[in-house]
Each structure stands twice: as structure tokens, then as C-alpha cells.
């Protein structure tokens, strides 16, 4: 039940009374949304339920709630949900983005402040795997910025994607051009390894040009340590399958070594050797503890 | 005349813009068409002293193939 003001000689009913109970007991129905939603004064005390397939947020903005106010959320989708300071102040210790079945709740200290509690369920201290974002791949470079260093490991999965023009995939981090990137890879039906790319401002990821417009490609990528900012080298295993212009099917594996050794990752980037756009794609990005 | 755009994907707020190439990025851009024009320069250097040396041989690259295997 949402925060209700009681009048003095008011009588409340047992429906009304049971519904308190529940809320009291962190219980009682939630207000279901499928869609991004700007919470409003009447959610102060009640719980939201997101469920959809795509990324949502749940903004939050000031005036609208009281010091002491809370809002309790779930995300019941597999897309993200993500609460956003609209023009409030929201601080949390943890992520604000909410997995599928992740919960927490806003705590407003003020009547344009909250704290988000997240659940523990979504701070798991090894093991766990996070969804952090999902992308829809367009445009001539897609990149992943600010990527939180709360994590041990990166696994990116970039699925049925493909140039708008027969090309190369190829990567680079942190934005950053030079003798930064070395990458070394090889591909099926070929008993060289292929280093084309050697200590450049991006590494290649497959010798074969995709075909345009197929969406059988899939590319899997591991990077371990990431957010280290010791004198190790930054390395990631890879693997890409597809068809060539040839319509045959195709796969490479590899490496790529990020030559920044004292460099956090905060930023992945994609594109094509020709320079031509993504004609499809969804980046995945996961978070490893 | 516009430039290419490029998805940027906040991961850390989930916003997701999609805008033109700044300076650096157009500058990077451009630097990468670069290199992909010298590489299809060499590719084709390559293929072309390859069909010469074949002529000059007399044989055909199948010819070729089976005499280094």
C-alpha cells in the first residue's frame, strides 16, 4: 500500500488494514510496469515491478517524496533496469542497474535525495555474473563506455551482427590510437598464425571479410583483470564465427594484447576495417566476480 | 558534409547516445581508412607480381600449388 495520509476520526477498514500489515512486512502488490517510468508522489511507500525484454530505467526526480519515503523495485525482465537521477540526487554504494530478479529499494533522505539499497542478491562476492548492458550495434563504431571496475572479469558476446559492406571486425580500448594494440589470430583452414596488426590503434579480429547483411555471426570475448592498474599486460581470448563473402562458413581465434599495462579498461569500441556501418548486432557485456 | 556517426553506451547510466564523429574520432577515422587503402594496395601488388611470376613460369597457380606441397 503507498503512503496514505490518515485524517483525525478516520475508520479504516480491514481491507485496509491488511494491505498496511503487508507493507509493513515488506509485502503487497507492486505496480507493474513494462516500459521506462518516472516514479510520482503516489509510489512513496509502494513497490514497482519492471518486466521487460529491453533495457528500462526508472527515473527519479525532486519534490515529489518526503525524507523517509521509500520505494521498493524489482526487476522481474531480462532486460536491464537501471535507476536514473532525473533532476533528485541518487547515490548508491552498489550498481544502479538492476539484473533480471534483482531488487533494491530508494531511501529519500531528502526531498530531492535518495540512497538506492541494492539487494544482496546482486552483489555476489565471487562466481556471480552480471549483466551489465545490452547494445544495439549501429552506426559506423559502437562504443561501450564507463565500464565499472567492480568486477574481475569481462565476457562480451556481440550476436548476429554484421557489416552493411563485406568487412573486418576489429576493437580498441580506452579510445586509444599508437602502438597501443596487438592482436594475433588464426583463422580456420589456415596453418599460419596471422599478425596483421601488430602494435597498432586497433586489433583485427578475423582475416575474412564478413558477408554484409548475414546475421549467423557470433563473436565471444574474455578479458580477464581488466580494471587492474598493475604492470600486468591486459590480455583477451577471442573467438568469431561467420560466413565470408563466399558464403562459406568461417572462424578465427585469438588474441588481442592491450599494450596500456598500468590502464584500467573503461571502454570497448567496435568497428570495421572499410570504415562502413553496422548494418545489425546486439553487444552483450557481462561483469565476472 | 556529415560524418559517420558513432553509438556511445554509457554502461555505468545506461544512457545510450548516438551522435556524428567528434575531431579525434573523425581524425582516427580517417587514419584507418589510411591504412585499410594501403592494405588493399599491397593485396593487389601482391596478386598481380604473383600472376606475373606465374606467366613468366608458364604454369598456373594449381600447378604451383602442387609443386610446393
Known amino acids: ?289 | 558534409m556529415s560524418r559517420p556517426t558513432i553509438r556511445i553506451h554509457n554502461v555505468t547510466t545506461n544512457e545510450v547516445f548516438d551522435r556524428e564523429m567528434d575531431d579525434a574520432e573523425f581524425e582516427a577515422y580517417q587514419d584507418r581508412q589510411k591504412q585499410y587503402l594501403m592494405e588493399q594496395a599491397e593485396t593487389k601488388a601482391k596478386a598481380s607480381a604473383k600472376a606475373d611470376l606465374l606467366k613468366k613460369l608458364g604454369i598456373t597457380a594449381e600447378e604451383a600449388v602442387l609443386l610446393l606441397s
Open chain 1, 1 to 289: 500500500m503507498a503512503k496514505q495520509t490518515f485524517t483525525t476520526g478516520q475508520v479504516l477498514t480491514a481491507a485496509q488494514m491488511t494491505s498496511l500489515q503487508q507493507t509493513a512486512m515488506c509485502g503487497g502488490a507492486a505496480s507493474a510496469k513494462t516500459a521506462s517510468y518516472t516514479l510520482v508522489a503516489a509510489d512513496a511507500g509502494g513497490a514497482i515491478s519492471m518486466n521487460s525484454a529491453t533495457s528500462t530505467t526508472i527515473t527519479v526526480n525532486t519534490a515529489l517524496f518526503a525524507a523517509g519515503d521509500t520505494v521498493f523495485i524489482t526487476n522481474l525482465g531480462a532486460g536491464i533496469c537501471t535507476i536514473t537521477a532525473g533532476t533528485a540526487t541518487v547515490n548508491s554504494s552498489a550498481s544502479l542497474a538492476l539484473a533480471q530478479y534483482e531488487s533494491g529499494f530508494l531511501d529519500f533522505t531528502t526531498t530531492s535525495a535518495a540512497i538506492f539499497v541494492k539487494g544482496s542478491g546482486a552483489a555476489a562476492a565471487s562466481g556471480g555474473m552480471t549483466l551489465i548492458s545490452t547494445t544495439a550495434c549501429t552506426g559506423t563504431s559502437v562504443v561501450l563506455s564507463s565500464i565499472p571496475g567492480t568486477y574481475t572479469n569481462l565476457q562480451v558476446i556481440i550476436d548476429n551482427f554484421a557489416p552493411s559492406a563485406a568487412a573486418k571486425l576489429e576493437a580498441r580500448y580506452n579510445g586509444q590510437g599508437g602502438t597501443t594494440h596487438q592482436s594475433a589470430y588464426f583463422s580456420l583452414g589456415s596453418t599460419t598464425f596471422l599478425n596483421p596488426t601488430s602494435k597498432t590503434s586497433q586489433a583485427r579480429l578475423t582475416d575474412a571479410n564478413l558477408r554484409a547483411s548475414n546475421n549467423e555471426t557470433r563473436l565471444f570475448m574474455n578479458i580477464p583483470y581488466y580494471s587492474s592498474t598493475d604492470n600486468q599486460k591486459k590480455l583477451t581470448q577471442f573467438q568469431l564465427a561467420g560466413q565470408n563473402t563466399s558464403n562459406q562458413d568461417t572462424q578465427s581465434m585469438g588474441y588481442i594484447m592491450y599494450q596500456q599495462n598500468n590502464t584500467a579498461i573503461t571502454q570497448l569500441e567496435f568497428f570495421w576495417d572499410t570504415g562502413t556501418t553496422f548494418a545489425s548486432g546486439t553487444a552483450y557485456l557481462w561483469g565476472i566476480k
